[in-house]
């Protein structure tokens, strides 16, 4: 450090202008200022150990920061295709209790494509055949595919009481 002064031979003057030495470097000087003044010595086990720890480190923070994004994409998938279930559900059940017009499946698939996802089941309940059950899918993004689907599925009919 420019201006830096110790108590060694020398003592007044920048540690720069002795030429970056100081008594610690040949063994003078108060003990333990030799890796501040001058770095580890040649031959020490220890140089560029915090350099290899810090670069593992880092790479080991960076993929558990990757895994975390890639399970938080997955649960955020999962929420819409159950989002997309509970509508294409409660679209497809005002259609069998004759609210709307359309078959109550048909009718299910459309909402489901309409949010992102993919009607993978439709069946309409007997005996009343007022409610739906509905599953809906939404494929995972290619590093976690092989999680399958992200999956929502819903039922959905007249409030108790009525037809």
Known sequence: MPGREDGAAGAGQPLLARGGQCGACDGGGPHGWHREACGPRPGDPDAGSGTVHGTTMAGALCFLLIALLLVAQAG???HRAAKA???????AADVARGLSS???????ARVAEENGAQLADCSVVAPENTSVDVTATIELPQPITGLGPATGVSRAGPPAGEP
């Open 76 to 78: 955020i998938l999962t």
């Open 85 to 91: 279930a509970d509508l294409s559900a409660l679209a």
């Open 102 to 108: 359309g078959i109550p499946c048909d009718v299910a």
